[in-house]
């Protein structure tokens, strides 16, 4: 591990190359959706076709990223997904595209995905120290940030400068770049637990289930994280319609509000990363649920004039979630085995999606019947009380304290 830097820096670079990629063909693929159907059900369907197959799929994807080489999932994973991606630009190219079509495709895109990011999270703790795990899921954060931001910009440039084949060209050069920096770097495969290549998939899955209870109060972690999320997600997705409906917002304001949050996430991702901080990971967690929530609950009492309030709590709200998500992040990279990390990243990524999808598929029911600002309000609260109640239990803050070899080890 004393050459980490340098395996992050060389991985680094094709990720971001492929992640930004992905969020410009991503924008240009709603963008084009928007002008030939102009459905707001289209959109919707789109982004369930992209969300659903990892979701499902994530339950047991884990327990073959455990068994294979991660360097190699990765890889391919990148590659069916830039496959796929070339499928979608001869379609356009030939002029036979359908939207049924983008639909299956971007299902099997999320296919890919299933495989890609939990074996990217599960191989961080084989490359790196542990005393760095919050330090690199805070550089991870901030690329995911920028690309977020600057996906968007330039998926709306390339849509009016270029043919959708060649903006969907993108993706797969991205992905290219990705694959070949994998091929530069050795990333070890973790050591087989002892029942290995004799268990069948649920013996695996039970596997990982034994390793989360064997640490006291990590399944509460995870509960009371895949519970805040169920109350963020439908918030998340109200924001646009919430600058309209209540601040009489237009395109450009709207646009703003989710740069707003991509820059706070992009600065809670470079105040990780700037140094190491010895500190309680579950403290952390703990007081960004309860700054989030509270900005949530804030956001919602806003009157029709405070849209500049709005303005700054978004940018709040994207520091904490961010912040949030890297510390939540490394707390399970430090605290399970690495053989079992696959199965245990993509539970949790499929179980914590549902509620995106929820939440968008009942954008329209809670915008008419709850109001868009009682939801603020009702799931800021709820953020705000899972925060303070785990202040409340000593042994979930335990999980989060120092290892001893993170207050020793020298790097």
């Not at 961010?322 to 539970?347: M, N």
Request: charged fraction near 10%.
């Amino acid at each position: 591990m004393n050459n980490w830097k340098k395996v992050f820096t060389i991985i680094w670079t094709g990720q971001f190359f492929s992640i930004l990629t992905s969020s410009v063909v991503n924008f240009a693929i709603i963008l084009w959706l928007t002008f030939e159907t102009k459905s707001a059900e289209t959109l919707a369907f789109a982004t369930i076709a992209a969300l659903l197959p990892q979701a499902l799929l994530g339950i047991f994807s884990g327990v073959f990223i455990d068994r294979w080489s991660r360097k190699l999932t990765m890889i391919f994973s990148d590659s069916f997904i830039a496959l796929c991606t070339l499928l979608l630009a001869i379609l356009f190219y030939f002029d036979q595209v359908e939207v049924w079509q983008i639909y299956l495709l971007l299902a099997l895109r999320s296919v890919g995905s299933a495989f890609h990011m939990p074996a990217m999270q599960a191989s961080i703790p084989l490359l790196a120290p542990e005393s760095q795990l919050l330090r690199i899921a805070g550089i991870n954060q901030m690329i995911q940030s920028a690309c977020s931001i600057a996906g968007p910009a330039l998926g709306a440039l390339a849509i009016t400068m270029l043919d959708m084949t060649y903006v969907l060209m993108l993706d797969v050069i991205g992905a290219a770049i990705a694959c070949t920096s994998l091929l530069f770097v050795k990333i070890p495969n973790p050591e087989p637990s002892e029942n290995a290549g004799e268990q069948n998939i649920l013996q695996d899955l039970r596997e990982a289930q034994r390793e989360v209870y064997s640490h006291k109060s990590m399944p509460l972690l995870l509960t009371l994280s895949i519970l805040a999320t169920f109350f963020i997600m439908p918030v998340s997705v109200l924001f646009p319609l919430m600058t309209l409906n209540h601040f009489s917002g237009d395109a450009y304001q709207m646009s703003l509000i989710e740069a707003i949050w991509g820059v706070g996430a992009l600065l809670g991702g470079v105040a990780l990363s700037a140094r190491q901080y010895k500190i309680n990971k579950i403290v952390l967690i703990n007081l960004m649920y309860i700054v989030l929530g509270t900005g949530f609950m804030l956001s919602g009492l806003l009157p029709p004039s405070g849209f500049i309030w709005f303005a700054v709590l978004t940018a709040i709200e994207g520091v904490t979630g961010s912040i949030y998500y890297a510390s939540f992040t490394a707390v399970i990279q430090t605290k399970i085995a690495p053989a079992i990390l696959g199965r245990v990243f993509s539970i949790y990524m499929s179980i914590s999606m549902l509620p995106s999808m929820l939440g968008l598929m009942s954008t329209g029911f809670i915008a008419d019947h709850v109001g868009i600002t009682n939801t603020f309000v009702i799931g800021g609260f709820v953020v705000l009380i899972i925060g303070v109640i785990s202040f409340c239990i000593p042994s979930l803050l335990q999980v989060g304290k120092l290892t001893v070899g993170e207050n020793t080890r020298n790097i």
